[in-house]
DNA sequence: GGTATAG
DNA sequence: CTATACCAACGCAGC
DNA sequence: GCTGCG
């Protein structure tokens, strides 16, 4: 049953995968461990130093899910790098596993880990995260078309504002905006501009777009810009992450270009990958090459908002 | 999926 | 040795 | 303090 591939030196143990995961597709559970070993090298940057969340389907898709973010030390193998984080909910330490090599993909997977979700932050620099997240959830009745529109009105927004921005489907209804950033700002800093840069938008198009509905069924045919995710020990699905979805979905990198009505939730998927990587190549490498400073831009949605606000009075 | 404990 | 039990999340808005 | 939400 259980065999052990050789990585970096290391013994890793892989189990069952023989296992189906998807049995609407037939994927098993070594399908899924040959992509992520096949993808290391593309994936491996974006994990790398974070702590890291795992969603774990060990019976595949139609089976019970859990996350895991607390690793037992009777269940850390050597190889495994974990850290410490003190959670204020838990009033106990988090021993998070945090990204570094193959083996440590490996381990994760082979626990059935189908997503994996980063932190925003490095160990490095925990209070302060190199990227910002536009979290764009459509709500019931909102198509993936919706989406689309609210994500090209950011994108006009946060090129006026002189801002990079990169975009990647999340593989299961919605999209996922990166902004990279110097590691010099707080979760509530970002936070606050991801929020500002929303409230314009549903400013022009509140009947597409919401940002302070809290109720699920306020939301109704709208798009749900989900700017508090942006805060410390929070997560989304990590770049190149499968989806426990028909098809295989996986989040992947797009350009501004595709980013139209031929766009496909699961159109980049375990069938489709390799042609798509092979074709384009990486398209988040700016995430992790190109930080920049906010602080102009920040500075400028705060007084767009005083300005609107005067004039109310 | 892995581990501890009971039988 | 095999069967079974048990575990594997949290941050926070809003009420 | 508890529920809803992601
Ligand atoms: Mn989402
Ligand atoms: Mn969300």
């Given at each position: 049953m259980d065999q052990f591939l050789?990585?970096?030196g290391n013994q890793v143990r892989v189990s069952n995968l023989e296992k189906i995961y998807w049995p609407g597709d037939g994927f098993r559970k070594g399908d899924l461990l040959k992509y992520y070993i096949e993808m290391s090298s593309l994936i491996l940057p974006y994990?790398?130093?974070r702590p890291l969340v795992m969603s774990r389907y060990p019976e595949g898709i139609t089976g019970e899910m859990f996350y895991h973010k607390h690793?037992?030390?009777n269940q850390t193998p050597p190889y495994i790098k974990t850290q410490r984080i003190y959670s204020k909910e838990r009033e106990d330490d988090i021993n998070y596993i945090i990204g570094s090599g193959i083996e440590t993909l490996v381990f994760m997977v082979n626990l059935g880990a189908i997503e994996l979700h980063p932190w925003f932050s490095r160990v490095q620099t925990l209070d302060h995260p190199d990227w910002a997240i536009f979290d764009l959830d459509p709500a019931e009745g909102a198509t993936f078309e919706d989406t689309i529109m609210v994500a090209q009105l950011i994108h006009k927004v946060l090129t006026d504002l002189k801002v990079k921005h990169y975009p990647k489907t999340s593989g299961a209804t919605g999209l996922h905006i990166y902004v990279?950033?110097?590691p010099i700002?707080?979760?509530e800093e970002l936070q606050e501009f991801v929020e500002l840069v929303g409230w314009i938008v549903v400013q022009v198009i509140p009947?597409?777009?919401t940002i302070y509905d809290r109720k699920v069924k306020d939301r109704a045919g709208k798009v749900y810009v989900d700017y508090l995710q942006?805060?410390?020990g929070k997560t989304i699905t990590g770049v190149?992450?499968?989806?426990p979805q028909p098809k295989a979905p996986i989040s992947t990198p797009v350009l501004w270009d595709e980013v139209n009505s031929s766009l496909k939730p699961d159109m980049y998927n375990l069938q489709t990958i390799g042609k798509r990587i092979e074709e384009v190549g990486d398209l988040f490498k700016p995430v992790l090459k190109e930080k920049q400073k906010i602080t102009r831009a920040l500075n400028l949605l705060r007084n767009e908002l005083l300005d609107v606000t005067r004039k109310q009075y």
């Open positions: 050789q990585i970096n994990i790398q130093d690793l037992a030390e990279p950033v110097e700002y707080s979760y009947d597409k777009a942006n805060i410390k190149y992450s499968v989806r």
